[in-house]
């Protein structure tokens, strides 16, 4: 409007008079005087919170400008506008934004209120959900926002370092799972814990799941919050919640994202002439003569093994969304396709996904459902060729001149398998089709009483086809057979019915929240299996199989049924009670223990609300301390019919005098019909705070979780008649500990960021195991005793190289006799030379051997820890992770094979044995055939397993909404780029120290582990 007028005047100007010029001109001057005074006009105010206490760090911004302020020190601020009449946006760290009218030379008293969605936030627990701020039980809350930064093919990858308590370790293969622990180890089985997807209960893998259409994720750790899932959640519980349509007009979510992958270590090895040389000094100190002299005029061949089995791998993953509803139903359609083709010759994993969810409310009905379909194809790695690419020697080519794959000659006596050769002789993929449905109805029948029914089904059918071409891969490999070809088939069903009935109720500053519930589920498994050899060559059907078909095929099936319940109450808001029950019942249980009942309590005190903590509230806002005591039962180690004995087939006696073998069936193993549940008995005390306005928040916890019953298998004589072993509940093993987790976020202007850490410490001790030990892992390196860990290393302990030969004779063992009292001195390793290594005589009796084995360290870590760092700075947003292992050990199989040095293998670069003109410490002479330098139950190769990795570095950036709203299509769009594994820091000498895999007894034995893969990706991220 002032624009106007000047323009106005300005055209009137030129036809008034001479002697009115002047004066008009004096108006003007004013007019725009006036008119500047309003357009940078200023406002002032004071900033306090609900108490009336100044807030500083205010920001105030001039909505659609980029001018801002904070507030000093007593709330105050001043902020020059622009205009005469202007919208101020006022947001602080954990309060509510607001946006406030103001006119130019106005003086504002403005009062902030507390952000309380946080605390309001509802969390999925077992058959519910309840307030975050009113859990009492042990749940970690997954930040999924940050959590799908990873961009991980599968759920244990994405939840790796997200949640105190949590162990995650992962493998580079494509289409493999995590193995994941919560709060160590409770079982002797390798069980892990239970995954409840919209409520229904899951038994397969986790690769055919999208971690794209995860809307929430919570982990219940503790008795209280996994009692109402019973037998099955005593290993913990992963509850997650996938994405629903929302109220609005129909949005399409697109996006897109395509990865590089790497090998991010590799293990520098020697090139020919360097080995020919160590080789050389193997068979001279042992000797021999050298069977590798190259001929006159003979071409080294010098094979880089990593770099003809390594290549760059990359993914592909793309997501499209189709969501919309209103009050009174919401829909959500999601397809996705991933792809990652593996980073070593042979592997990938192909994942097609479809999900559709629905929900529809109709007066006091609500009726819904949740579907996904997926269907997988993959193709695993044959055997375990990382060990075989250092081990094989760099003279030996991927494949001679006649076209065979190269492998170990009467030159070069290597056993290492051709690593190239065995992938490509091998044509094994798995093939995977999986239906996960549900199905549910809710009913109002009285304003705070409901009922629910849910129906669930989960199908799961595969075909797994393993070709294999006999072609010779290793040295002196003879095969009975030109090819061969197996089929396995089967499929697994389980139907789940659930009922639920709560109750809420309020009654001035009481609160009630009450559950009860019935379950039911049946099981079935069917699997098939069939190999053929001497197939027709181009015909890869078994029928085309000419000699030696074996077949074999099982049906397995349980049931179990459930009585729930569960009560909340509160009051006010200050003193919170939980108690739970669940009353199982299985099939695979015998009549006389087939019923569990399994109770828990829980307590929780917010403190921050009693009057006495008044004084404290300028720095803590809310303060809850939390405790829970409870039992939870768990049936997962055992089979369907472990509780019987069975009859076996194909079984037979020679009998009458032509001596003929009679095929029959007999009865095998023994039965144990007094199988009972294990069990596990969890203490857990708990803090939860928030301070400085929100901006300082976190939890600690301390637990003790103890598991009887565990059923273990104890041998039994041979007497006895069968060489099955039955299960038997013998076993307990405690876990105890303490979880960290802490954060801060600030918000200046228009930079804000989040910073928060979780630590967990875990300590674990076996207390009954049915036998005085159990040994485990490669060459039987692991042990488990009562008053230990599982699984810890226990090895000979080395002490040094002899450097001399009077080193070798002054390790001697002297003996008293009793009677003569004459000393016999003998040397403790009689065949030692200089150059070898000195092993430790712990039992004192002169000799060395598995008698002297120690105690050394535990695979298991003292601690882990998470640490994430985020920020946002206008349209850039910033995400960083890492993750840390500490105080662990590992077997490194791969170390022991490339230097014990008594046979063909190639070695490390820059390995210097033992010679006299070089006297090493640390590496002995390399000397072929048998020797002490080759003991493998020794510590020279347990190694420390800690690590520092930078797990995810995100940048990303979204496009400025005014720009967005010209297309009048576009909602929002991010461009992002980041990278996986960038760095790891360890002393670790093999190819990376996170180790997946192995049996419970047997943990962090390297024996080839696909490490981790380094990955480099881009993507977008469109909503239209």
Request: aromatic letters at 10%; hydrophobic letters at 35%; one cysteine or more.
């Given at each position: 409007?002032?624009?106007?007028?000047?323009?106005y005047f300005?055209?009137?100007?030129?036809?008034?008079p001479?002697?009115?010029?002047?004066?008009i001109?004096?108006?003007?001057?004013?007019?725009?005087?006036?008119l500047?005074?309003?357009?940078?006009?200023?406002?002032?105010?004071?900033?306090?919170?609900?108490n009336g206490?100044?807030?500083?760090?205010?920001?105030?911004?001039?909505?659609?400008?980029?001018r801002?302020t904070?507030?000093?020190?007593?709330?105050?601020?001043?902020i020059?506008t622009?205009?005469?009449?202007?919208?101020?946006?006022?947001?602080?760290?954990?309060?509510?934004?607001?946006k406030?009218?103001a006119?130019?030379?106005?003086?504002?008293?403005?009062?902030?209120?507390?952000?309380?969605?946080e605390?309001?936030?509802?969390?999925?627990?077992g058959?519910?959900?309840q307030?975050?701020?009113?859990?009492t039980?042990?749940?970690g809350?997954?930040?999924?926002?940050?959590?799908?930064?990873?961009?991980?093919?599968?759920?244990?990858?994405?939840?790796?370092?997200?949640v105190?308590?949590?162990?995650?370790?992962?493998?580079?293969?494509?289409?493999?799972?995590?193995?994941?622990r919560?709060?160590?180890?409770?079982?002797f089985?390798?069980?892990?814990?239970?995954y409840?997807v919209?409520?229904?209960?899951?038994n397969?893998s986790?690769?055919?799941?999208?971690?794209?259409?995860?809307?929430?994720?919570?982990?219940?750790?503790?008795?209280?919050a996994?009692?109402?899932?019973?037998?099955?959640?005593?290993?913990?519980v992963?509850i997650?919640?996938?994405?629903?349509?929302?109220?609005?007009?129909?949005?399409?979510?697109?996006s897109?994202?395509?990865?590089?992958?790497?090998?991010?270590?590799?293990?520098?090895m020697?090139?020919?002439?360097?080995?020919?040389r160590?080789n050389r000094?193997?068979?001279?100190?042992a000797?021999?003569?050298?069977?590798?002299?190259?001929?006159?005029?003979?071409?080294?061949?010098?094979?880089d093994?990593?770099?003809?089995?390594?290549?760059?791998?990359n993914?592909?993953?793309?997501?499209?969304t189709?969501?919309?509803?209103?009050?009174?139903?919401?829909y959500?359609i999601s397809?996705?396709?991933?792809?990652?083709?593996?980073?070593?010759?042979?592997?990938?994993?192909?994942?097609y996904?479809?999900?559709?969810?629905?929900?529809?409310?109709?007066?006091?009905?609500?009726f819904?459902?949740?579907?996904?379909?997926?269907?997988?194809?993959?193709?695993?790695?044959?055997?375990?060729p990382?060990?075989?690419?250092?081990?094989?020697?760099?003279?030996?080519?991927?494949?001679?001149?006649?076209?065979?794959?190269g492998?170990?000659?009467?030159?070069?006596?290597?056993?290492?398998?051709?690593?190239?050769?065995?992938?490509?002789?091998?044509?094994?993929?798995q093939?995977s089709n999986r239906?996960?449905a549900?199905?549910?109805?809710?009913?109002?029948?009285?304003?705070?009483?409901?009922?629910?029914?849910?129906?669930?089904?989960?199908?799961?059918?595969?075909n797994?086809?393993?070709?294999?071409?006999?072609?010779?891969?290793?040295?002196?490999?003879?095969?009975?057979y030109?090819?061969?070809?197996?089929?396995?088939?089967?499929?697994?069903?389980?139907?789940?019915?659930?009922?639920?009935?709560?109750y809420?109720?309020?009654?001035?500053?009481?609160?009630?929240?009450?559950?009860?519930g019935y379950?039911?589920?049946e099981?079935?498994?069917k699997?098939?299996?069939?190999?053929?050899?001497?197939?027709?060559p181009?015909?890869?059907?078994?029928?085309a199989?000419?000699?030696?078909?074996?077949?074999?095929?099982?049906?397995s099936?349980?049931?179990?049924?459930?009585?729930?319940g569960?009560v909340?109450?509160?009051?006010?808001?200050?003193?919170?009670?939980?108690a739970?029950?669940?009353?199982?019942?299985?099939?695979?249980?015998?009549?006389?223990?087939?019923?569990?009942?399994?109770?828990?309590?829980?307590l929780?005190?917010?403190?921050?609300?009693?009057?006495?903590?008044?004084?404290?509230?300028?720095?803590?806002?809310?303060?809850?301390?939390?405790?829970?005591?409870?039992?939870?039962?768990?049936?997962?180690?055992?089979?369907?019919?472990d509780?019987?004995?069975?009859?076996?087939?194909?079984?037979g006696?020679?009998?009458?005098?032509?001596?003929?073998?009679n095929?029959?069936?007999i009865?095998?193993?023994r039965?144990?019909?007094?199988l009972?549940?294990?069990?596990?008995?969890?203490?857990?005390?708990?803090?939860?705070?928030?301070?400085?306005?929100?901006?300082?928040?976190g939890s600690?916890?301390?637990?003790?979780?103890?598991?009887?019953?565990?059923?273990?298998?104890?041998?039994?004589?041979?007497?006895?008649?069968?060489?099955?072993?039955?299960?038997?509940?013998?076993?307990?093993?405690n876990?105890?500990?303490i979880?960290?987790?802490?954060?801060?976020?600030e918000q200046?202007?228009?930079?804000?960021?989040?910073?928060?850490?979780?630590?967990?410490?875990?300590?674990?001790?076996v207390?009954?195991?049915?036998?005085?030990?159990?040994?485990?892992?490669?060459?039987?390196?692991?042990?488990?005793?009562e008053?230990?860990?599982v699984?810890?290393?226990?090895?000979?302990?080395?002490?040094g190289?002899?450097?001399?030969w009077?080193?070798?004779?002054?390790?001697?063992?002297?003996?008293t006799?009793?009677?003569?009292?004459?000393?016999?001195?003998?040397?403790?390793?009689?065949?030692?030379?200089?150059?070898?290594?000195?092993?430790?005589?712990?039992n004192?009796?002169g000799?060395?051997?598995?008698?002297?084995?120690?105690?050394?360290?535990?695979?298991?870590?003292?601690?882990?820890?998470?640490?994430?760092?985020s920020?946002e700075?206008?349209n850039?947003?910033l995400?960083?992770?890492?993750?840390?292992?500490?105080?662990?050990?590992?077997?490194n199989?791969?170390?022991?094979?490339l230097?014990?040095?008594?046979?063909?293998?190639?070695?490390p670069?820059?390995?210097?044995?033992?010679?006299?003109?070089?006297?090493?410490?640390?590496?002995?002479?390399?000397?072929m055939?048998?020797?002490?330098?080759?003991?493998s139950?020794?510590?020279?190769?347990?190694?420390?397993?800690?690590?520092?990795?930078?797990?995810?570095?995100?940048l990303?950036?979204?496009?400025?909404?005014?720009?967005?709203?010209?297309?009048?299509?576009?909602?929002?769009?991010?461009?992002?780029?980041g990278?996986?594994n960038?760095?790891?820091?360890?002393?670790?000498?093999?190819?990376?120290?996170?180790?997946?895999?192995?049996?419970?007894?047997?943990?962090?034995?390297?024996?080839?582990?696909?490490?981790p893969?380094?990955s480099?990706?881009?993507?977008?991220?469109i909503?239209?």
């Amino acid at each position: 409007m002032f624009k106007n007028m000047q323009m106005y005047f300005r055209k009137r100007l030129l036809a008034i008079p001479c002697q009115l010029s002047g004066f008009i001109l004096i108006l003007l001057i004013l007019q725009s005087s006036l008119l500047n005074a309003q357009t940078t006009g200023q406002v002032n105010g004071l900033i306090s919170d609900q108490n009336g206490e100044p807030l500083i760090g205010v920001n105030v911004m001039v909505e659609g400008t980029t001018r801002g302020t904070i507030t000093d020190i007593d709330g105050k601020f001043n902020i020059e506008t622009g205009s005469a009449k202007s919208t101020l946006v006022i947001t602080y760290l954990g309060y509510n934004t607001q946006k406030i009218e103001a006119k130019a030379g106005a003086t504002l008293k403005i009062t902030m209120t507390e952000d309380t969605r946080e605390l309001d936030e509802l969390v999925v627990v077992g058959y519910g959900t309840q307030r975050k701020k009113d859990l009492t039980g042990a749940v970690g809350v997954v930040d999924t926002k940050e959590m799908k930064k990873l961009q991980s093919p599968n759920i244990g990858q994405a939840l790796q370092g997200q949640v105190s308590g949590v162990s995650v370790s992962t493998s580079g293969e494509p289409g493999s799972g995590a193995d994941i622990r919560i709060r160590g180890v409770g079982s002797f089985s390798n069980v892990g814990p239970l995954y409840v997807v919209d409520g229904m209960i899951l038994n397969g893998s986790q690769r055919e799941f999208n971690v794209n259409d995860i809307e929430s994720m919570q982990v219940l750790k503790d008795a209280s919050a996994t009692a109402l899932y019973g037998a099955r959640g005593a290993n913990g519980v992963i509850i997650i919640t996938t994405k629903k349509g929302k109220d609005g007009a129909p949005k399409i979510d697109l996006s897109v994202n395509y990865g590089s992958q790497q090998i991010a270590n590799r293990i520098d090895m020697m090139n020919s002439l360097e080995f020919l040389r160590i080789n050389r000094q193997g068979y001279e100190n042992a000797g021999m003569s050298w069977p590798g002299e190259p001929t006159q005029g003979q071409v080294l061949v010098n094979t880089d093994w990593q770099d003809e089995f390594f290549k760059t791998g990359n993914t592909q993953d793309y997501n499209l969304t189709i969501s919309g509803g209103n009050k009174d139903a919401n829909y959500l359609i999601s397809g996705n396709v991933f792809s990652q083709d593996g980073v070593v010759k042979g592997p990938y994993h192909d994942r097609y996904t479809f999900r559709v969810n629905t929900e529809m409310k109709k007066g006091i009905f609500t009726f819904g459902e949740n579907l996904l379909y997926s269907r997988t194809q993959t193709k695993p790695m044959i055997g375990s060729p990382f060990i075989d690419l250092c081990r094989l020697p760099p003279i030996i080519p991927v494949k001679d001149d006649n076209g065979k794959w190269g492998t170990g000659s009467s030159s070069y006596q290597t056993y290492g398998t051709n690593p190239v050769g065995l992938q490509q002789t091998r044509d094994f993929l798995q093939n995977s089709n999986r239906l996960i449905a549900n199905i549910y109805a809710e009913v109002a029948i009285l304003k705070n009483l409901k009922f629910k029914t849910n129906l669930g089904l989960e199908y799961h059918a595969w075909n797994d086809r393993e070709k294999t071409t006999f072609e010779q891969v290793r040295y002196l490999e003879v095969s009975n057979y030109e090819n061969s070809m197996t089929e396995r088939r089967g499929d697994f069903s389980t139907l789940i019915l659930e009922n639920t009935l709560t109750y809420n109720k309020t009654i001035g500053k009481h609160t009630f929240d009450v559950l009860a519930g019935y379950t039911a589920q049946e099981t079935q498994w069917k699997q098939m299996s069939s190999t053929v050899h001497d197939l027709v060559p181009g015909f890869w059907v078994l029928s085309a199989g000419k000699t030696d078909m074996v077949m074999s095929g099982n049906d397995s099936e349980n049931a179990m049924t459930s009585i729930l319940g569960r009560v909340n109450y509160a009051y006010d808001d200050k003193y919170l009670i939980q108690a739970n029950v669940r009353r199982d019942g299985s099939s695979r249980f015998g009549k006389n223990y087939r019923y569990g009942v399994f109770p828990s309590a829980s307590l929780g005190w917010r403190i921050s609300q009693e009057k006495f903590f008044d004084g404290a509230k300028e720095y803590i806002d809310d303060l809850k301390i939390r405790g829970s005591y409870g039992t939870i039962g768990d049936q997962q180690t055992i089979g369907d019919y472990d509780y019987s004995t069975y009859i076996s087939v194909g079984e037979g006696s020679i009998l009458g005098s032509d001596q003929v073998l009679n095929v029959g069936a007999i009865q095998k193993g023994r039965a144990n019909p007094n199988l009972r549940w294990e069990s596990k008995t969890t203490l857990n005390l708990g803090l939860d705070f928030t301070a400085l306005q929100n901006k300082l928040y976190g939890s600690f916890e301390y637990f003790s979780a103890t598991s009887k019953d565990i059923l273990v298998k104890l041998p039994v004589a041979w007497t006895d008649g069968t060489d099955i072993t039955p299960w038997t509940n013998f076993g307990s093993v405690n876990n105890r500990g303490i979880e960290l987790s802490v954060g801060y976020r600030e918000q200046k202007k228009e930079f804000k960021y989040n910073v928060g850490l979780n630590l967990t410490k875990i300590e674990n001790e076996v207390l009954a195991l049915g036998q005085s030990y159990r040994e485990g892992g490669t060459n039987g390196v692991n042990r488990s005793e009562e008053g230990r860990s599982v699984g810890d290393f226990y090895v000979v302990r080395t002490n040094g190289i002899f450097q001399s030969w009077d080193e070798v004779y002054a390790h001697t063992f002297t003996t008293t006799d009793p009677v003569t009292n004459a000393e016999t001195t003998t040397m403790i390793q009689p065949n030692a030379k200089p150059g070898d290594i000195r092993y430790k005589d712990s039992n004192n009796d002169g000799m060395i051997n598995k008698d002297d084995r120690e105690f050394v360290g535990s695979p298991f870590p003292d601690y882990e820890l998470g640490l994430q760092f985020s920020c946002e700075y206008k349209n850039f947003d910033l995400s960083m992770f890492l993750t840390g292992v500490f105080g662990n050990q590992i077997f490194n199989n791969t170390k022991y094979w490339l230097e014990r040095m008594d046979e063909t293998a190639n070695l490390p670069a820059g390995l210097k044995p033992w010679t006299e003109q070089n006297p090493s410490t640390t590496t002995p002479r390399a000397v072929m055939g048998p020797n002490d330098n080759t003991l493998s139950y020794s510590d020279r190769w347990i190694e420390n397993g800690d690590y520092v990795r930078l797990k995810n570095l995100q940048l990303g950036y979204n496009f400025p909404k005014e720009l967005l709203q010209a297309t009048k299509a576009i909602q929002s769009c991010r461009l992002f780029a980041g990278v996986q594994n960038l760095f790891t820091i360890t002393n670790y000498s093999g190819f990376d120290p996170e180790i997946s895999g192995g049996d419970i007894f047997g943990k962090g034995n390297d024996n080839g582990h696909f490490p981790p893969v380094r990955s480099f990706n881009a993507g977008v991220q469109i909503s239209f």
